[in-house]
């Protein structure tokens, strides 16, 4: 009898000392990120028969419980790689838009500083001091093109660099996680729950998914297999797949981001389906938010150079000579991507019309054999010119008129492309110009302000009895064939033929060619002839304006897609700030739904001290209960022994 009490308050005093150790636990770890609160499980002992009764023999701590909920953490796991990819691009944003909010000595100063000297010249025109107040604000206003452009592209440097310090972080955890793996289904095989290092694999899945968003696939073994976005596995079971980062093989002027097999290519995620975390902000923030802002940027400098000079050419400098480049010609930038398989297909582009060029890179797809040719624009996806292969070799591998400009294929043939292969081509009409950017004339001397000093003369024995010309109003976009000599033919009817264009002359109104106006007085007949031509002959240079008034216009032509540069500027402005503020409410959203994860969770798995301080005090009085039971049945024992040995 007293045996059979002592077992049970034996088996309570050890099942209320378990689960003091688990309480204990809790309260020691409440601080501790990842700690899942447990919960000590009691079964009753089997009862044994005596008689026609069962009689209870006790109870069993028969285990220690993780009270955690998969459900819950999986969506806490997809909340952090969300607010990560959020507060991250919130950060990267905000950069630029603080590179943007000097109102007062940015580039928008500058560029209005330039032209308000370009005023001041038309007042002026003959002012040396003027003239090179105009210079020092076109260099002024170069160099801030110039430290833009350095700024984004350390920014762009920046981004690789913080991509290379995730990449590493995330390879450490990978390898925490296979091991975890590798202990928790060891432990599991014999029957047992690690929950230490369950925990620990759990907060280890949800650093992961700071850097970068995983789905993770438990397995009956006690395994989980992490996987990225695009399907690749980074974890199965206790192996383990490295996360790398390479030149991207179409624009190698970008970086991708994959898993890498062993000859070293790389499975790259796609910057808009990278899973989340800050690896998905970084490369969102190198592919499309970087090179965006940098192609609005080098659209201005384009326009703005490519204008000035066509005006500079068709007017005079203060040395009675035709104007020359007031800014470095931009080029066109294009890159053969690394994985082409025909490297004597080229590519070259110049600019047809920049007032028609788009803020965009492209891409150029071009497959052989009776493939087709594709040209992309990369900000929107549109494609802007196609055709067959065949039809490119035709027409000599020149695509013209397109976005403002004009694309020659070189090394096209029958045979290459080779049939079934394909070349692809970056095409960067804008993004490096404000990098390149700078002023070509060294003296004030050498702005050409003065009109072009144009000339008409009547062919002998014409019927025509006056002529005079003069450069046409400022339009759209300045001639820069204005100094190209032309002579215009007339044959029956007033038809006329010229290098620069034919027609029908209607007596009284002027004839519009090359960026000048022709106004005639009489009536010509067949066979008469007026030359149009500059004179090296201007006595009133040093005090002419016509040209430096045309430049200054151009400052509220639309020159920019339809837009003045005025108006240019300010929609890079509004651009980057629309970005950065729809980052800031994304980040607030998205940390907002992390919250609120993390809470849900937490009220299943995190340690409430008040609950476990209640549990101490309950499991304490059991302990000290059982206590008194073995004491009980140890008096009971001594009353029997007591009992035998008096009698």
Do not use: C
């Not at 009284?508 to 007085?521: A, D």
């Amino acid at each position: 009898m007293s045996s059979g009490l002592l077992s049970i308050g034996a088996s309570a005093l050890d099942a209320a000392y378990t689960a003091l150790r688990t309480t204990g636990n809790n309260i020691a770890n409440v601080n501790t990120p990842g700690y899942t609160r447990e919960l000590t499980t009691f079964t009753p002992q089997i009862a044994t028969g005596l008689g026609n009764m069962y009689l209870g023999t006790g109870v069993t701590a028969s285990s220690v419980t993780r009270m955690y909920n998969d459900f819950l953490g999986q969506q806490t796991n997809l909340a952090q790689s969300q607010a990560s990819q959020a507060d991250t691009a919130a950060t990267l944003t905000g950069q630029i838009n603080g590179l943007f909010s000097n109102t007062a000595t940015g580039l928008g100063a500058a560029m209005d500083n330039f032209f308000s000297q370009i005023q001041s010249l038309t007042t002026q025109p003959g002012n040396a001091a003027v003239r090179q107040s105009v210079l020092s604000a076109a260099q002024q206003m170069t160099g801030q093109f110039n430290n833009f452009s350095a700024q984004l592209q350390q920014m762009n440097t920046s981004t690789k660099q913080q991509l290379g310090q995730q990449i590493s972080d995330v390879n450490t955890i990978v390898a925490q996680i296979g091991q975890l793996n590798s202990q928790i289904s060891l432990a599991t095989a014999s029957g047992g729950s690690p929950n230490t290092l369950l925990d620990q694999r759990n907060q280890a899945i949800l650093t992961l998914n700071q850097s970068i968003g995983v789905t993770s696939e438990p397995q009956a073994s006690g395994d989980i297999n992490i996987f990225l976005a695009n399907g690749q596995p980074l974890v199965v079971g206790s192996q383990t797949y490295t996360l790398a980062m390479g030149t991207n093989p179409i624009n190698q002027q970008q970086v991708v981001v994959g898993t890498s097999s062993a000859g070293g290519a790389i499975a790259a995620l796609d910057p808009n389906n990278s899973g989340g975390g800050s690896i998905g902000a970084l490369l969102q923030f190198q592919n499309q938010t970087l090179p965006g802002v940098q192609a609005q940027i080098g659209q201005l400098a384009v326009v703005l150079s490519s204008q000035m000079n066509a005006l500079q050419a068709q007017g005079m400098n203060l040395n009675n000579q035709a104007g020359t480049n007031f800014f470095t010609p931009p080029s066109i930038s294009v890159t053969s991507a690394g994985i082409n398989p025909d490297p004597g297909v080229l590519v070259s582009a110049t600019y047809s019309d920049v007032t028609k060029l788009q803020a965009s890179d492209y891409q150029l797809t071009i497959q052989g054999g009776s493939g087709n040719y594709t040209l992309t624009r990369l900000s929107d996806g549109t494609t802007v010119k196609q055709g067959t292969t065949a039809s490119l070799v035709t027409n000599g591998g020149v695509i013209s008129g397109v976005d403002g400009m004009n694309l020659t294929v070189a090394g096209l043939s029958g045979t290459t492309p080779a049939s079934g292969s394909t070349d692809m081509f970056t095409i960067q009409p804008v993004s490096f110009a404000a990098g390149q950017m700078n002023v070509a004339i060294t003296q004030g001397a050498q702005i050409a302000a003065a009109g072009p000093g144009l000339a008409a003369t009547i062919s002998a024995g014409s019927t025509l009895t006056g002529a005079t010309v003069s450069p046409q109003p400022v339009s759209a976009y300045p001639s820069a064939q204005l100094m190209q000599p032309v002579t215009i033919s007339f044959g029956a009817g007033g038809t006329y033929t010229s290098s620069a264009g034919n027609g029908t002359y209607t007596p009284g109104q002027p004839i519009n060619l090359n960026g000048w106006v022709l106004n005639l007085t009489g009536t010509p007949k067949s066979g008469d002839s007026v030359s149009v031509a500059p004179t090296s002959t201007s006595s009133t240079v040093t005090g002419d304006n016509t040209n430096a008034l045309q430049m200054a216009q151009l400052q509220s032509l639309g020159v920019v897609s339809g837009s003045s540069l005025d108006s240019g500027y300010a929609n890079v402005i509004a651009s980057v700030g629309a970005l950065s503020s729809t980052a800031n409410m994304d980040q607030t959203s998205k940390d907002a739904i992390l919250q609120s994860a993390s809470s849900a969770q937490s009220a299943v798995s995190g340690v409430n001290l008040d609950e476990e301080a209640s549990h101490l005090l309950q499991y304490q009085q059991q302990y000290q209960a059982a206590a008194k039971i073995i004491q009980t049945a140890t008096n009971v024992f001594d009353s029997i022994l007591a009992v035998a040995a008096a009698a």
